[in-house]
């Protein structure tokens, strides 16, 4: 199987940090001294390790350093995962390659790669890539292309390889004019447009006028400042209240394309006839130059000429001259100078871009906006949507894929050592990435009506669909399957239950349990569930496969000892309680999963589990139960309360943060406990001390060396004070972390560990989990040792009895996730359970509104987290465990509060984000009932009812071309499906407000007080644009860019001619990276400890692992890119701090969005390096870039708003536009005084900034007033004796000395007139080292200033030594205290 990159010929140039625009002559010197920073980026095939190669691949005096550093000076103390990095990299060696007509080039190899490797860098470089069809051969043998360069004898260094061109066959001859197609097509944005071959779009090039590294070189002189132009666009500037789409796509003058030719297509002669295959013609090619010349070409197995065809005779000889050429580019080069010309100068840029520009992302990203695109002719293309091809086929033996298969075996590698992991964890993620791909492709064929259906006789709801080995099934309820539940609504929400099933089990990754391959796909209005096949299932009926589980709900219920063993190893991890329920016999029959949850042993033996959809515990606040009390934290929000169906369940976060919260609970009761027997001992008489109730044998963590109880309780958690921190993490890291409570925590109480005379005090207690083998007892069942003691037990017991724990002998808390479900029936012996567990399910239902919300609400106004947009608040809601349903309550909470206006922007993006989903809820009914030739017409008219003033909104009927409108209303039912196509021409806007608020009080339960799109806007501060961004990403529309005007009263804001296209939104399975992440979090605590240089080698080498895994692209090794850029620039290295930052600003904009707010925080740290390097008109256009991006996004009013406009005013104070700086810094001003209260250091720092700029301005009135204000906030907040305090009233004094100087001027001048002897003033503009400073400030960054010399390097290192000795001793410094230069590791 090849890896779908591999067609891809941009997967390896340039990856490392040689840049690109440079060519031959990179900063040798640079790029040796950051030899451990850049891993080569490339997407490899699926069984290589990571590809060592630089550059273009030839320049190998840098190289060899880059060899050296990577992996072996990993830390020998951390643990030994560490130790195996080094096993992947081996040291890499150059090859001399000598392609037909160029000059022989060096190239640097890695002993992993295979020969294809080295065949995709040819076909990507300038001067080779013409070619496709060659094979590489040593010493006159050809190299097999899947071997390993290791296992070719006598492939060394110097080793001379000659590229020899090979005969072509009809799928090599394919092949190639795919390639030269690409080469055409390499600089057209219009696949980032469309959505397809997973490009997507990036405008970062746009502001930086191309690569940052070289441009870097070039501004480094001091006269920059002068040419600067920093006013920005109007609509940029505070106040503005225009919000152009426009500039959202900037004009990138390389997408103008250079035209090479002007028609390359099929010929219609094709297949060559008989009597021509047999003189080697392969096909036929027409095509027409940019001189007009109309020519038809032969494929022949020798390669391409012309011949003497027409478009209407049919002569194959080879014309005269024939220009017999290996290369198709060749034969054009001859015959065309234009394209001789242009192709050459297009090859040069496209080389010249960086390579994330091009990188395939791994999963689809789709653009909201798009510009009008010329429709270009384009046989690949064409041939591509007739052949439907599925999956890539023409690359892979055998045709179509078996997708089981593929994501099974991928399952079932070894996974012992690192290098294994990594292998297993690459193949399982591009199978995962390739499936995707697939199976959205083929939910949009079913939709669009081009895959014949299984069961065509039934009606169109109840069709099931098999296309490219993947099951398609529509999100409606079929035989009445979900009655019970809620019908359709139930139908439509069973899906992503299900989804979010298979991603828990397929994170706990238990050997021999399998689930299906999963994607959820909402497409014009249906929801499509795409699944993988299990072997076998189709020839026989469901009854008969199915030997776990219930078909029917509960009714009939089997079990089998297999799935017990298999669902048992899950059960802890996942929180799942093992129970017996009856089946139809009255017989108790055991389960240890939900009922619906069914086991399928498949006809290749592997058992499946499928329809996860109750893998979580029910939520009992959206589901009424007839006799049962919530709790009254929840009565009081009037929960119970009806839902649109009865599958509502908990996030599997909620279950993590509860188990935590239960744990901490158990801990306080318990150690409560303790000290209470404890004082009736000391009571009693000394005498009893050693007697009889000292255990024979004390486990070995009984002693005051374990942890104490308050401090940490669960040595594994993540973060146990908080318990919401990072609940998904547990889910996400299988391997190596089985989830966040889940050792053996061998815990003593504060008092006990500090004093304890006698060991029967010491209590150990298990958590809810699997021990790792390094746990302190070796077993984590029931420590019986300690607890033989019967007053311990007693403890234990009681404090079991309390948190609701299933064992009376350690903590252990699980659900039983069929308790409320209808039709299940538990055996009259497990009554005490099941009441044990209703009340724990009420428990969770009342944490859920009583913690986790409040806990949001908190997060929010210390400015933890700070959703931008409807994104960024969901994962804030689902990290915390809360559902979306609960939006309204969250709302209403905030509305609430008391500091209700430092959460007005909250309360905004909330409104707002419901508002949308209301919207997108009525939106997909609609959508159903308009048939595809309306499907234009119908979005701009649902688009104007919601969004734009215009008060009658008329749908344009699509008269068409064909019929006019008025037969069109008697010809209706003549329309397939019957039903009334026109319905949704009658919506009008009073209608769909109303609609959208009854949904917001049903679905929500909150009360929209407004009828129209203007009065919600009025009400709720809400956005227009930012409206349309929503409900866009929403529901895949993806419109035109202009500018619109929703406020006309006259017109309607959208035509159908603005709706350009309509894609998928699309779920599925992300896998993780595992032992990168851990990489990735212990470089993480390293850096909070203060060990930099320890914390950057860790995260280069999460950075190498996460590479090896995902290929170049991933929003993980985005976050990684940024980190080390952080740290680069703390470290004092700019240059390098640029280059990561510039990486992963890239990758934030191709895999996130061009406006996700990621991106924008991603702009604003590229803008301070940038800034640093001197390059300070980069870094103005960025910061404006960023503040356009989110005015559109979430508008001005943003605590994040602030800190972007601090940063515009501080370098717009430095290249002295003061004015201009004054209106950035009052605003940020303003912001922070309403978000952060009166009293906040960060206002106090605003005022300090401002006063700076009207002291440059002279203005000391003004200056004096704010920066008394900020002294009045640091004196009452740190006290006088604090240095802040101190340096604002040196400040003070010096502005006073200023302004009477300037007070004794003016009065001179008033006095003697002209012949006033006048004092110089000083006047100063600030230092970029002062502005530099501020920056820091704001951004939260401590810098330490590093000297290069080598002795106090030397010094330093020694320093370094110590301070890792005596570190294990103290404690460490942490990441937010200033530390002198002497404490820290120095970068050398």
Known sequence: MVSKTDDIPASVPNCNSVDPAEGDTPDSKETTKTSLKDPCGCAHSADTAMMNGNGDHDHSEETDSKQEGSGADADPGEDANEQEVIVIQDTGFTVKIQAPGTEPFDLQVSPQEMVQEIHQVLMDREDTCHRTCFSLQLDGNVLDNFAELKSIEGLQEGSFLKVVEEPYTVREARIHVRHIRDLLKSMDPSDAYNGVDCNSLSFLSVFTDGDLGDSGKRKKKGSELEQIDCTPPEHILPGSKERPLVPLQPQNKDWKPLQCLKVLTMSGWNPPPGNRKMHGDLMYLYIVTAEERHVSITASTRGFYLNQSTTYSFNPKPANPSFLSHSLVELLSQISPAFKKNFTALQKKRVQRHPFERIATPFQVYSWTAPQIDHAMDCVRAEDAYTSRLGYEEHIPGQTRDWNEELQTTRELTRKNLPERLLRER?????HSDFAAAATRGAMAVIDGNVMAINPGEETRMQMFIWNNIFFSLGFDVRDHYRELGGDAAAHAAPTNDLNGVRAYGAVDVEGLYTLGTVVVDYRGYRVTAQSIIPGILEREQEQSVIYGSIDFGKTVVSHPKYLELLEKTSRPLKVQRHPVLNEKEAPVELCSSVECKGIIGNDGRHYILDLLRTFPPDLNFLPVDGEELPPECQRLAYPRQHRHRLACLRQELIEAFVEHRYLLFMKMAALQLMQQKANKENKAAALTDGSNAEPEASPADGPQSAPASEDPAP???????????????????????????????????????EATEPAEALAVTTNGTPEPEGPDG???????????????????????????????????????????????????????????????????????????????????????????????????HQRGINVRYLGTVLDFVDKTPAKTQLEYFYRIGVSELVTRCAKHIFKTYLQGVELSALSAAVSHFLNCFLSSFPDAVAHLPADELVSRRKNRKRRNRVPGGGDNTAWASLTPVELWKNIVSEAQTYY????????????????GLQKSTLLREISVKTGIQILIKEYNFDSRHKPAFTEEDILNIFPVVKHVNPKASDAFHFFQSGQAKVQQGFLKEGCELINEALNLFNNVYGAMHVEICACLRLLARLNYIMGDHPEALNNQQKAVLMSERVLGI?????????????????????????????????????????????????????????????????????????????????????????????????????????????????KEGYTIYKNQVGEAHEKTKESSEYLKYLTQQAVALQRTMNEIYKNGSNASIMPLKFTAPSMASVLEQLNII?????????????????????????LQEASKSEEPSEETPMEPEDLPVDD
Do not use: W
């Open 779 to 877: 077993q984590g069942r029931e420590c019986e040792s300690p607890l033989e003691d019967p007053k311990s037990r007693e403890v234990v017991l009681n404090a079991c009895k309390a948190v609701g724990s299933i064992s009376d002998t350690s903590f252990d808390i699980r659900f039983n996730p069929d308790i409320f479900s209808p039709g299940v029936r538990f055996p009259e012996s497990s009554a005490d359970a099941i009441q044990k567990q209703k009340q724990l399910l009420k428990d969770a239902a009342a944490f859920l509104v009583s913690c986790q919300i409040p806990s949001l609400v908190k997060d929010c106004l210390d400015h933890s987290a700070l959703p931008m947009d409807g994104t960024t608040l969901t994962e804030a809601l």
């Open 716 to 754: 594994a958690s993540d973060a146990p004070t908080e318990p919401a921190t990072t609940p998904s993490e547990a889910s996400q890291t299988p391997e190596s972390q089985p989830a966040e409570a889940e050792t053996t925590a061998t815990v003593t109480t504060t008092t006990a560990a500090a």
């Open 427 to 431: 193949a399982i993620f591009k199978v």
């Open 1339 to 1363: 951004n939260g960054i401590i810098f330490i200033p590093l000297s290069q010399k080598d002795l106090e390097n030397l010094k330093a290192e020694v320093q370094r030594r110590q301070m």
């Open 1155 to 1267: 406006e996700h707010p990621n991106t924008i925080q991603e702009y604003m740290h590229l803008a301070l390096y940038c800034f640093a390097n001197g390059q300070l008109s980069t870094a103005l256009k960025l910061l404006y870039r960023a503040r356009y991006l989110m005015l559109v996004v979430c508008g001005e009013d943003h605590p994040e708003m602030a800190l972007l406009d601090s940063n515009i005013g501080l370098v717009l104070h430095g290249v002295m536009e003061y004015d201009l700086s004054l209106r950035f810094l009052e605003n940020a001003l303003a912001i922070n005084s309403k978000y952060h209260g009166l009293r906040s250091l960060k206002v106090a720092l605003s005022h300090h900034l401002v006063a700076r700029v009207y002291e440059s301005k002279a203005e000391f009135r003004s200056a004096l007033q704010h920066e």
């Open 1005 to 1020: 339960h909150f009360t929209l007080h407004c009828e129209s799109v203007d009065q919600a806007v009025e009400k709720y």
